[in-house]
Protein backbone atom coordinates (compact mmCIF):
# COMPACT_ATOMS: atom_id res chain seq x y z
CA UNK A 1 0.00 0.00 0.00
CA UNK A 2 1.38 3.49 -0.45
CA UNK A 3 -0.08 6.83 1.44
CA UNK A 4 -1.79 9.21 -1.85
CA UNK A 5 -0.80 12.47 -0.30
CA UNK A 6 -2.12 15.93 -2.10
CA UNK A 7 -1.41 19.47 -1.53
CA UNK A 8 -2.79 21.36 1.37
CA UNK A 9 -4.73 23.55 -1.23
CA UNK A 10 -5.74 20.90 -3.29
CA UNK A 11 -9.58 21.72 -4.27
CA UNK A 12 -11.37 18.15 -3.52
CA UNK A 13 -15.01 18.31 -5.11
CA UNK A 14 -18.05 16.34 -6.66
CA UNK A 15 -19.39 16.88 -9.93
CA UNK A 16 -22.80 16.79 -11.30
CA UNK A 17 -25.20 18.20 -13.75
CA UNK A 18 -28.61 20.30 -13.87
CA UNK A 19 -30.70 17.78 -16.09
CA UNK A 20 -28.73 15.10 -14.82
CA UNK A 21 -30.27 15.31 -11.19
CA UNK A 22 -32.42 18.35 -10.90
CA UNK A 23 -35.76 17.05 -11.71
CA UNK A 24 -38.55 19.64 -11.29
CA UNK A 25 -38.52 19.52 -14.49
CA UNK A 26 -42.55 20.86 -15.39
CA UNK A 27 -41.85 23.53 -12.02
CA UNK A 28 -41.00 27.17 -11.25
CA UNK A 29 -41.16 28.07 -14.80
CA UNK A 30 -38.69 26.06 -16.39
CA UNK A 31 -39.36 24.77 -20.43
CA UNK A 32 -38.36 21.70 -22.03
CA UNK A 33 -34.66 21.58 -23.17
CA UNK A 34 -33.14 19.49 -26.21
CA UNK A 35 -33.39 16.46 -23.96
CA UNK A 36 -36.65 16.49 -22.80
CA UNK A 37 -37.62 15.75 -27.11
CA UNK A 38 -34.90 13.50 -27.29
CA UNK A 39 -35.94 11.38 -25.09
CA UNK A 40 -38.87 11.33 -26.43
CA UNK A 41 -37.86 9.24 -29.76
CA UNK A 42 -38.23 5.74 -29.34
CA UNK A 43 -34.59 4.20 -29.74
CA UNK A 44 -32.59 7.31 -28.68
CA UNK A 45 -32.92 6.88 -24.56
CA UNK A 46 -32.92 3.54 -22.66
CA UNK A 47 -36.62 2.73 -22.05
CA UNK A 48 -37.58 6.03 -23.34
CA UNK A 49 -36.37 7.70 -19.86
CA UNK A 50 -35.91 11.72 -18.78
CA UNK A 51 -34.77 13.74 -16.37
CA UNK A 52 -38.20 15.41 -15.33
CA UNK A 53 -37.75 14.22 -11.98
CA UNK A 54 -34.27 12.84 -12.02
CA UNK A 55 -32.46 12.83 -8.19
CA UNK A 56 -34.91 15.63 -7.37
CA UNK A 57 -31.44 17.58 -6.02
CA UNK A 58 -34.25 20.59 -6.98
CA UNK A 59 -36.05 19.89 -3.89
CA UNK A 60 -33.43 17.78 -2.07
CA UNK A 61 -30.08 20.49 -1.89
CA UNK A 62 -29.92 20.85 1.30
CA UNK A 63 -29.41 16.54 2.19
CA UNK A 64 -27.32 16.64 -0.65
CA UNK A 65 -24.85 19.42 0.43
CA UNK A 66 -25.13 18.38 4.27
CA UNK A 67 -23.70 14.86 3.00
CA UNK A 68 -20.99 16.57 0.67
CA UNK A 69 -19.89 18.06 4.39
CA UNK A 70 -19.81 15.52 6.30
CA UNK A 71 -17.58 13.29 3.17
CA UNK A 72 -15.11 16.17 3.70
CA UNK A 73 -15.79 17.79 0.09
CA UNK A 74 -14.42 21.72 -0.46
CA UNK A 75 -16.29 22.21 -3.83
CA UNK A 76 -19.03 21.15 -5.74
CA UNK A 77 -19.71 21.29 -9.50
CA UNK A 78 -22.60 22.04 -10.78
CA UNK A 79 -24.32 23.38 -13.76
CA UNK A 80 -27.05 25.73 -14.60
CA UNK A 81 -30.23 25.39 -16.29
CA UNK A 82 -30.56 27.53 -19.24
CA UNK A 83 -34.34 26.58 -19.62
CA UNK A 84 -34.45 27.68 -16.00
CA UNK A 85 -33.26 31.05 -16.28
CA UNK A 86 -34.18 31.94 -19.78
CA UNK A 87 -37.23 29.49 -20.57
CA UNK A 88 -37.64 30.61 -24.38
CA UNK A 89 -33.64 30.81 -24.56
CA UNK A 90 -32.97 33.56 -27.34
CA UNK A 91 -32.21 37.29 -26.85
CA UNK A 92 -35.32 38.75 -25.97
CA UNK A 93 -36.66 36.28 -24.33
CA UNK A 94 -38.06 37.04 -20.69
CA UNK A 95 -35.63 36.22 -17.72
CA UNK A 96 -37.49 33.38 -15.03
CA UNK A 97 -37.20 34.65 -11.56
CA UNK A 98 -38.21 31.61 -10.02
CA UNK A 99 -34.90 30.16 -11.96
CA UNK A 100 -33.15 32.74 -10.41
CA UNK A 101 -34.04 32.28 -7.18
CA UNK A 102 -33.13 28.59 -6.93
CA UNK A 103 -29.82 29.09 -7.76
CA UNK A 104 -29.52 31.98 -4.89
CA UNK A 105 -31.03 29.28 -2.79
CA UNK A 106 -28.29 26.67 -3.93
CA UNK A 107 -25.42 28.47 -3.91
CA UNK A 108 -25.94 30.01 -0.75
CA UNK A 109 -26.41 27.00 1.14
CA UNK A 110 -23.16 25.92 -0.56
CA UNK A 111 -21.19 29.14 0.66
CA UNK A 112 -22.86 28.92 4.45
CA UNK A 113 -21.69 25.05 4.05
CA UNK A 114 -17.88 26.17 3.26
CA UNK A 115 -18.38 24.40 -0.39
CA UNK A 116 -17.32 26.13 -2.67
CA UNK A 117 -19.61 26.54 -5.64
CA UNK A 118 -18.19 25.96 -9.38
CA UNK A 119 -20.85 26.39 -11.96
CA UNK A 120 -21.24 25.71 -15.71
CA UNK A 121 -22.93 27.60 -18.03
CA UNK A 122 -23.90 25.04 -19.94
CA UNK A 123 -24.37 21.44 -19.65
CA UNK A 124 -26.36 20.20 -22.49
CA UNK A 125 -30.02 21.10 -21.81
CA UNK A 126 -30.14 23.70 -24.53
CA UNK A 127 -33.37 25.68 -24.47
CA UNK A 128 -35.78 23.30 -27.33
CA UNK A 129 -36.94 27.17 -27.89
CA UNK A 130 -33.35 27.62 -29.91
CA UNK A 131 -32.84 24.54 -30.95
CA UNK A 132 -36.43 25.14 -32.84
CA UNK A 133 -34.48 27.83 -34.58
CA UNK A 134 -31.30 25.49 -35.49
CA UNK A 135 -29.67 25.02 -32.20
CA UNK A 136 -25.99 25.38 -32.15
CA UNK A 137 -26.33 25.14 -36.00
CA UNK A 138 -27.35 28.70 -35.28
CA UNK A 139 -24.68 31.58 -34.72
CA UNK A 140 -28.08 33.46 -33.11
CA UNK A 141 -27.68 30.36 -30.67
CA UNK A 142 -23.87 31.28 -29.10
CA UNK A 143 -25.24 35.48 -28.94
CA UNK A 144 -28.11 34.28 -27.09
CA UNK A 145 -25.91 32.39 -24.74
CA UNK A 146 -23.63 35.06 -24.26
CA UNK A 147 -26.70 37.03 -23.06
CA UNK A 148 -27.64 33.73 -20.50
CA UNK A 149 -24.02 34.12 -19.14
CA UNK A 150 -24.35 37.48 -18.45
CA UNK A 151 -27.39 37.34 -16.43
CA UNK A 152 -25.92 34.50 -14.04
CA UNK A 153 -22.84 36.76 -14.52
CA UNK A 154 -24.91 40.02 -12.42
CA UNK A 155 -26.82 37.38 -10.67
CA UNK A 156 -24.26 35.09 -8.55
CA UNK A 157 -20.83 36.85 -9.65
CA UNK A 158 -20.78 37.74 -6.47
CA UNK A 159 -21.20 34.54 -4.96
CA UNK A 160 -19.08 32.37 -7.38
CA UNK A 161 -15.67 32.45 -7.59
CA UNK A 162 -14.92 29.87 -10.38
CA UNK A 163 -16.71 29.44 -13.36
CA UNK A 164 -16.87 27.11 -16.52
CA UNK A 165 -18.20 28.42 -19.80
CA UNK A 166 -19.09 25.05 -21.49
CA UNK A 167 -18.87 20.98 -20.86
CA UNK A 168 -17.81 18.92 -23.56
CA UNK A 169 -18.40 20.78 -26.44
CA UNK A 170 -17.57 17.73 -28.54
CA UNK A 171 -20.54 15.92 -27.26
CA UNK A 172 -22.38 18.37 -27.91
CA UNK A 173 -21.59 19.07 -31.29
CA UNK A 174 -20.16 15.73 -32.54
CA UNK A 175 -22.31 13.05 -30.65
CA UNK A 176 -25.55 15.73 -31.49
CA UNK A 177 -25.22 16.18 -35.04
CA UNK A 178 -22.87 14.21 -36.33
CA UNK A 179 -23.12 10.50 -35.05
CA UNK A 180 -26.33 11.14 -33.94
CA UNK A 181 -26.00 9.64 -30.39
CA UNK A 182 -26.96 12.30 -28.31
CA UNK A 183 -29.66 15.46 -28.94
CA UNK A 184 -30.64 16.87 -30.92
CA UNK A 185 -30.23 13.51 -32.46
CA UNK A 186 -29.07 14.72 -36.11
CA UNK A 187 -26.11 13.42 -38.26
CA UNK A 188 -24.71 16.25 -41.14
CA UNK A 189 -21.29 17.14 -41.48
CA UNK A 190 -22.14 20.30 -42.19
CA UNK A 191 -24.25 20.99 -39.43
CA UNK A 192 -21.41 19.67 -37.17
CA UNK A 193 -18.75 22.04 -38.37
CA UNK A 194 -21.04 24.93 -37.77
CA UNK A 195 -21.82 23.57 -34.38
CA UNK A 196 -18.28 23.18 -33.63
CA UNK A 197 -17.43 27.29 -34.73
CA UNK A 198 -20.80 28.42 -32.93
CA UNK A 199 -19.83 26.28 -29.22
CA UNK A 200 -16.34 27.82 -29.68
CA UNK A 201 -18.01 31.28 -29.89
CA UNK A 202 -20.33 31.37 -27.83
CA UNK A 203 -17.69 30.41 -25.04
CA UNK A 204 -15.33 33.32 -26.32
CA UNK A 205 -18.37 36.10 -26.11
CA UNK A 206 -19.06 34.68 -22.21
CA UNK A 207 -15.38 34.97 -21.44
CA UNK A 208 -15.64 38.22 -22.65
CA UNK A 209 -18.69 38.96 -20.87
CA UNK A 210 -17.06 38.00 -17.63
CA UNK A 211 -14.47 40.70 -18.01
CA UNK A 212 -16.66 43.26 -18.92
CA UNK A 213 -18.99 42.56 -16.01
CA UNK A 214 -16.16 42.85 -13.70
CA UNK A 215 -16.21 39.67 -12.07
CA UNK A 216 -14.39 38.70 -9.31
CA UNK A 217 -12.75 34.68 -9.59
CA UNK A 218 -11.89 32.95 -12.49
CA UNK A 219 -13.37 31.59 -16.04
CA UNK A 220 -11.93 28.60 -17.90
CA UNK A 221 -13.82 25.67 -19.85
CA UNK A 222 -14.42 21.83 -19.43
CA UNK A 223 -13.51 19.92 -22.13
CA UNK A 224 -13.01 16.25 -22.85
CA UNK A 225 -9.43 15.55 -24.81
CA UNK A 226 -9.06 12.78 -26.87
CA UNK A 227 -6.22 11.77 -27.48
CA UNK A 228 -5.81 8.20 -28.87
CA UNK A 229 -2.59 6.13 -28.77
CA UNK A 230 -1.65 4.44 -31.99
CA UNK A 231 -2.40 0.83 -32.69
CA UNK A 232 1.74 0.29 -33.25
CA UNK A 233 4.82 2.47 -33.89
CA UNK A 234 3.97 2.53 -37.52
CA UNK A 235 4.14 5.84 -39.63
CA UNK A 236 0.67 5.11 -40.57
CA UNK A 237 -0.80 4.27 -37.41
CA UNK A 238 0.58 7.39 -35.99
CA UNK A 239 -0.94 9.37 -38.48
CA UNK A 240 -4.10 7.68 -37.54
CA UNK A 241 -3.45 9.16 -33.70
CA UNK A 242 -2.52 12.57 -34.97
CA UNK A 243 -5.97 12.89 -37.35
CA UNK A 244 -8.14 11.31 -34.34
CA UNK A 245 -6.86 13.89 -31.78
CA UNK A 246 -7.16 16.86 -34.55
CA UNK A 247 -10.82 16.11 -35.16
CA UNK A 248 -11.77 14.47 -31.83
CA UNK A 249 -9.85 17.55 -29.60
CA UNK A 250 -7.96 20.39 -31.37
CA UNK A 251 -11.22 21.64 -33.64
CA UNK A 252 -11.80 22.87 -29.56
CA UNK A 253 -8.25 23.24 -28.60
CA UNK A 254 -6.40 25.54 -30.72
CA UNK A 255 -8.76 27.71 -31.38
CA UNK A 256 -8.71 28.38 -27.73
CA UNK A 257 -4.96 28.15 -27.46
CA UNK A 258 -3.92 29.34 -31.54
CA UNK A 259 -6.67 31.09 -32.65
CA UNK A 260 -7.24 28.88 -35.35
CA UNK A 261 -8.53 25.70 -36.26
CA UNK A 262 -6.03 22.13 -37.01
CA UNK A 263 -4.84 22.14 -40.18
CA UNK A 264 -5.20 18.67 -40.44
CA UNK A 265 -8.59 19.06 -40.38
CA UNK A 266 -8.91 21.98 -42.77
CA UNK A 267 -6.24 20.65 -45.14
CA UNK A 268 -5.96 17.11 -45.54
CA UNK A 269 -9.99 16.63 -44.27
CA UNK A 270 -11.37 19.45 -46.74
CA UNK A 271 -13.47 21.08 -44.10
CA UNK A 272 -14.44 24.65 -43.44
CA UNK A 273 -16.10 26.22 -40.45
CA UNK A 274 -18.17 29.63 -40.60
CA UNK A 275 -15.59 31.64 -39.52
CA UNK A 276 -16.23 35.55 -39.74
CA UNK A 277 -14.28 38.00 -39.58
CA UNK A 278 -13.08 38.66 -35.30
CA UNK A 279 -13.83 35.23 -34.49
CA UNK A 280 -11.17 34.03 -33.87
CA UNK A 281 -9.68 36.78 -31.47
CA UNK A 282 -13.38 36.01 -29.58
CA UNK A 283 -12.69 32.35 -29.17
CA UNK A 284 -8.86 33.31 -28.17
CA UNK A 285 -9.67 35.52 -25.27
CA UNK A 286 -7.54 34.16 -21.89
CA UNK A 287 -8.90 31.90 -19.38
CA UNK A 288 -8.21 31.69 -16.37
CA UNK A 289 -8.18 27.76 -15.87
CA UNK A 290 -8.87 24.43 -17.86
CA UNK A 291 -11.07 21.43 -16.78
CA UNK A 292 -9.73 18.11 -18.19
CA UNK A 293 -13.09 15.66 -17.81
CA UNK A 294 -10.87 11.78 -18.50
CA UNK A 295 -12.85 8.69 -18.29
CA UNK A 296 -10.95 6.72 -20.64
CA UNK A 297 -8.43 6.45 -23.47
CA UNK A 298 -8.78 4.47 -26.87
CA UNK A 299 -6.73 3.00 -29.66
CA UNK A 300 -6.57 3.83 -33.71
CA UNK A 301 -5.18 2.22 -36.82
CA UNK A 302 -4.88 3.92 -40.08
CA UNK A 303 -7.86 3.04 -41.80
CA UNK A 304 -7.92 4.21 -45.78
CA UNK A 305 -11.53 3.34 -46.23
CA UNK A 306 -12.61 5.38 -43.25
CA UNK A 307 -13.96 9.15 -44.02
CA UNK A 308 -11.15 10.17 -41.28
CA UNK A 309 -8.79 7.71 -41.71
CA UNK A 310 -8.79 5.95 -38.96
CA UNK A 311 -10.19 3.33 -36.95
CA UNK A 312 -10.61 2.14 -33.30
CA UNK A 313 -8.83 -1.06 -32.57
CA UNK A 314 -9.48 -3.82 -29.40
CA UNK A 315 -8.39 -3.43 -26.19
CA UNK A 316 -6.85 -5.37 -23.27
CA UNK A 317 -7.71 -3.63 -20.41
CA UNK A 318 -10.55 -4.69 -18.17
CA UNK A 319 -13.70 -1.94 -18.83
CA UNK A 320 -16.38 -0.54 -16.98
CA UNK A 321 -19.81 -0.90 -16.80
CA UNK A 322 -20.15 1.25 -19.99
CA UNK A 323 -17.35 -1.01 -21.69
CA UNK A 324 -14.77 1.70 -21.44
CA UNK A 325 -11.38 0.37 -20.84
CA UNK A 326 -9.74 1.60 -17.88
CA UNK A 327 -6.34 3.14 -18.68
CA UNK A 328 -5.23 5.40 -15.88
CA UNK A 329 -2.25 6.36 -17.49
CA UNK A 330 -3.78 7.77 -20.44
CA UNK A 331 -4.77 10.66 -17.95
CA UNK A 332 -1.07 11.03 -17.53
CA UNK A 333 -0.63 11.18 -20.96
CA UNK A 334 -3.05 13.61 -21.59
CA UNK A 335 -1.99 16.20 -18.23
CA UNK A 336 1.26 16.38 -20.30
CA UNK A 337 0.17 17.31 -23.60
CA UNK A 338 -2.57 19.75 -22.24
CA UNK A 339 -0.05 21.35 -19.89
CA UNK A 340 2.10 21.97 -22.70
CA UNK A 341 -0.19 23.33 -25.18
CA UNK A 342 -2.01 25.47 -23.01
CA UNK A 343 0.75 27.20 -21.90
CA UNK A 344 1.39 26.28 -18.18
CA UNK A 345 -2.15 27.67 -16.99
CA UNK A 346 -4.44 25.92 -13.88
CA UNK A 347 -6.04 22.51 -14.80
CA UNK A 348 -8.60 21.12 -13.18
CA UNK A 349 -9.89 17.18 -13.75
CA UNK A 350 -13.52 18.53 -13.57
CA UNK A 351 -14.74 14.67 -14.17
CA UNK A 352 -13.32 11.38 -13.07
CA UNK A 353 -15.04 8.22 -12.03
CA UNK A 354 -16.50 4.68 -13.46
CA UNK A 355 -19.84 3.16 -13.74
CA UNK A 356 -21.03 0.04 -11.64
CA UNK A 357 -23.52 -2.36 -11.35
CA UNK A 358 -23.79 -1.12 -7.83
CA UNK A 359 -26.22 -3.19 -5.56
CA UNK A 360 -27.57 -2.68 -2.05
CA UNK A 361 -25.93 -5.65 0.42
CA UNK A 362 -27.52 -6.97 2.85
CA UNK A 363 -26.02 -5.06 5.33
CA UNK A 364 -27.65 -1.83 3.83
CA UNK A 365 -24.36 -0.80 2.48
CA UNK A 366 -23.08 -0.65 -0.95
CA UNK A 367 -19.51 -2.04 -1.48
CA UNK A 368 -17.84 -0.91 -4.98
CA UNK A 369 -13.97 -1.77 -4.80
CA UNK A 370 -13.82 -1.66 -8.27
CA UNK A 371 -14.73 2.18 -8.64
CA UNK A 372 -12.01 2.52 -5.53
CA UNK A 373 -9.59 0.82 -7.38
CA UNK A 374 -10.29 3.24 -10.25
CA UNK A 375 -10.09 5.85 -8.05
CA UNK A 376 -7.12 5.12 -6.87
CA UNK A 377 -5.07 4.44 -9.68
CA UNK A 378 -6.08 7.85 -11.32
CA UNK A 379 -5.74 9.64 -8.13
CA UNK A 380 -1.64 7.78 -8.16
CA UNK A 381 -1.25 9.63 -11.34
CA UNK A 382 -2.66 12.88 -10.37
CA UNK A 383 0.37 13.00 -7.22
CA UNK A 384 2.72 12.24 -9.71
CA UNK A 385 1.35 15.05 -12.03
CA UNK A 386 1.92 17.38 -9.40
CA UNK A 387 5.79 15.88 -8.27
CA UNK A 388 6.20 16.51 -12.41
CA UNK A 389 4.79 20.01 -11.64
CA UNK A 390 2.05 20.13 -14.41
CA UNK A 391 -0.36 22.71 -11.98
CA UNK A 392 -3.10 20.31 -11.33
CA UNK A 393 -5.02 22.37 -8.78
CA UNK A 394 -8.09 20.36 -8.02
CA UNK A 395 -10.46 16.96 -8.89
CA UNK A 396 -14.07 16.34 -8.74
CA UNK A 397 -15.20 13.19 -9.02
CA UNK A 398 -18.18 12.16 -11.57
CA UNK A 399 -20.47 12.18 -9.74
CA UNK A 400 -21.80 12.71 -6.70
CA UNK A 401 -25.02 10.73 -6.98
CA UNK A 402 -26.57 8.05 -9.44
CA UNK A 403 -28.45 9.97 -12.06
CA UNK A 404 -30.09 10.29 -15.35
CA UNK A 405 -26.91 9.24 -17.31
CA UNK A 406 -28.10 10.94 -21.08
CA UNK A 407 -29.25 7.81 -23.29
CA UNK A 408 -28.76 5.03 -20.86
CA UNK A 409 -31.26 6.55 -18.99
CA UNK A 410 -31.31 5.38 -14.86
CA UNK A 411 -29.11 1.95 -15.95
CA UNK A 412 -25.42 3.20 -15.50
CA UNK A 413 -24.27 4.37 -11.70
CA UNK A 414 -21.18 6.47 -11.81
CA UNK A 415 -22.05 7.75 -8.31
CA UNK A 416 -20.04 7.75 -4.79
CA UNK A 417 -23.13 7.93 -3.41
CA UNK A 418 -26.30 5.85 -4.25
CA UNK A 419 -29.64 6.95 -5.41
CA UNK A 420 -32.25 4.09 -4.59
CA UNK A 421 -34.40 4.79 -7.36
CA UNK A 422 -37.02 2.37 -5.96
CA UNK A 423 -37.38 4.12 -2.12
CA UNK A 424 -38.34 7.70 -2.40
CA UNK A 425 -34.66 8.51 -4.09
CA UNK A 426 -33.17 7.62 -0.85
CA UNK A 427 -29.33 8.48 -0.51
CA UNK A 428 -26.57 5.82 0.63
CA UNK A 429 -23.38 6.79 0.47
CA UNK A 430 -20.96 3.88 -1.30
CA UNK A 431 -17.83 2.82 -0.06
CA UNK A 432 -15.87 4.89 -2.33
CA UNK A 433 -17.32 7.83 -0.99
CA UNK A 434 -15.80 7.19 2.48
CA UNK A 435 -12.55 6.16 0.40
CA UNK A 436 -12.49 9.43 -1.10
CA UNK A 437 -12.76 10.92 2.28
CA UNK A 438 -10.39 9.63 3.53
CA UNK A 439 -7.74 10.71 0.86
CA UNK A 440 -8.87 14.26 1.56
CA UNK A 441 -8.67 14.15 4.53
CA UNK A 442 -4.70 13.07 4.32
CA UNK A 443 -5.07 9.56 5.23
CA UNK A 444 -5.82 7.44 2.20
CA UNK A 445 -3.84 4.58 1.63
CA UNK A 446 -4.06 2.13 -1.56
Known amino acids: MEKLIFPADFLWGAATASYQVEGAGHEDGRKPCIWDSFSKIPGKVYEMQDGLVACDQYHR ?8 KSLGFKAYRFSIAWPRIIPDGDCDAVV ?16 EAGIEPLATLYHWDLPQALEDRGGWTNRDTALAFERFARVCFSEYGNKVRRWATLNEPYCSAMLGYQSGKHAPG ?62 RSDVFTRPLFRKEYPPLVTGEMGCSFPVENGDMDIIGSPIDFYGINYYFEQIVAFDESKERKYSYMPQWQEVTDMGWPI ?26 GIACADMVAEDGRIHDPDRIRYLAEHFK ?27 HGYSKRFGIVYTDYEHGLKRIPKDSAYFIRDVMAGHGEY
Open 61 to 68: YPEDIALM
Open 327 to 352: VPFGLERMLRVMNEEAGGIPIFITEN
Open 186 to 247: HKNLDETLRAIHHLNLAHGLAIQAFRECGCRGEIGIVLNPYFPRPATNSAEDIHAAELAKAW
Open 96 to 111: NPLGLAYYHRLIDALV
Open 381 to 407: VCVEAIKEGIPLKGYFAWSLLDNYEWT
